[in-house]
């Protein structure tokens, strides 16, 4: 039985406890080092492998990984690092309750749980020649980032790539090494960055990303909308690609934040028919507009 198929059982009542136990069990892992992504040290991103590398996994982008600290809880996260890179893995995590401030307490060496990778991917073989416009804010940026550098580690697959980024204030840009160096030097690849307020050393463009996307102005030809964010930031994306031409199968985006176990039991992430994390957590619009506003 596969996967998706296993799942789907388990959330129709079936048992099916010692097909996805494997997808259950943590894994130990260590963390090996953590950076700062943004001034206020409220983004960190962690880089983790397991105790036993012959049960690492392949993940495809847009996947995300169960993380555990021991004795506090777990918590679903995105990947951060594209599987072009294999293992290590990278997992950006904003500080936001019990779980993530466990995570941020801890420090290179610590053990945590993995398990996984849950969801469905980015359907990047669809995407071959078209061009791509990727729309984040703030720590949205960290599973759109697995996609970004995926997609540029197989530049000849694809078009032209625009970057549309935004944050709160520039102390809050994550990845800057990324946004400002390493994305910018690639082949056909535009950076645009944006902030709500800026400070005494900005000199770049200030307003939110929807408004800063209309001003861009992307042109939908054969391209591909790919958005994450803020919920209130996303609602206003689509709103702002709708009048600039994509329709509802050019836009994609990703609904993570509702996904809990990971294997449709908890029914946590349930809206109408789909499982999230069973499901998705990728879909285009035209795939959300046919579910129950739910969300």
């Known amino acids: 039985m596969s996967e998706h198929a296993t799942a789907r059982a388990a959330a129709a009542g079936s048992c099916s406890c010692g097909e996805t136990s494997g997808l259950l069990v943590p894994e130990v892992a260590t ?101 791509l416009v990727f729309i984040a804010g703030g720590i949205g940026l960290a599973p759109v980032r697995c996609l970004i550098d995926y997609c540029l580690a197989h530049r000849s697959d694809f078009g032209p790539v625009d970057i549309i980024y935004g944050a709160r204030s520039p102390g809050d840009l994550c990845f800057k090494p990324d946004i400002f160096e390493r994305w910018p030097k690639e082949k056909d690849t535009r950076v645009h960055l944006t902030v709500d307020k800026g400070d005494d050393e900005w000199t770049g463009p200030v307003g939110f990303v929807p408004a800063f996307l209309e001003e861009l102005g992307p042109s939908p030809d054969n391209a591909v909308a790919i958005t994450c964010g803020p919920p209130i930031m996303i609602k206003f994306v689509l709103q702002a690609l709708g009048r600039l031409g994509y329709t509802d199968d050019q836009i994609v985006t990703t609904l993570e934040l509702k996904m809990q176990c990971g294997v449709g039991k908890c029914g946590r992430c349930n809206i109408g028919d789909k499982y999230v994390c069973v499901d998705g957590p990728v879909f285009t619009l035209s795939q959300i507009k046919k579910m129950p506003n739910e969300f």
Not at 85 to 95: A, D, N, V
Request: aromatic content about 6%; hydrophobic content about 40%.
């Open 31 to 131: 963390i090996l080092d953590v950076r700062n992504e943004t001034a206020a040290g409220d983004v960190k991103t962690f880089r983790v492998a397991l105790d036993d590398p012959a049960a690492a996994w392949v993940h495809r982008a847009g996947q995300c990984a169960m993380v555990s600290v021991f004795g506090v809880g777990e918590a679903m996260i995105s990947i951060t690092s594209s599987p072009t890179r294999g293992w290590p893995l990278e997992l950006s995590i904003k500080r936001m309750g019990r779980v993530t401030g466990a995570l941020h307490d801890a420090g290179p060496g610590e053990k945590i749980g993995l398990r996984g990778p849950y969801g469905n991917h980015f359907p990047t073989g669809d995407w071959k020649g078209k061009r």
